[in-house]
């Protein structure tokens, strides 16, 4: 990740054509989103996950995790899907065209 922001916002300054700059942060992009793949797969075959015994809002609309981390068995299909999620934006990122 770090590489990818470095050449996404500093590789300009690099001795690299637009074209060239642009193909890498692709590359990056498309490995970035195979990766998220991945890891969206593992989650949605695991063979347990772990899970929160206790949670209360927080002032932000959200929920805090103030119980015990559980091992639960069966897969976190709710990770797997926010991992799928994010491996879908990276993957429109990669492949859409820059606007000139």
Known sequence: ???W???RYGGEKLDL????NERLNRG???AIAGMLTVVAYQAATAKYHG???QAVRDGQGGYECVGDIVTVMGPDYVMAFMWIALAAVAFWA???????
Do not use: V, Y
Request: hydrophobic share 30%; aromatic share 0%.
């Open 17 to 20: 054509s637009s074209d060239d």
């Open 1 to 3: 990740m770090p590489l």
């Open 5 to 7: 922001l470095a050449l």
């Open 94 to 100: 990669g492949t859409t065209r820059k606007s000139d």
């Open 28 to 30: 990056i992009t498309a």
């Open 51 to 53: 899970e929160c015994t």
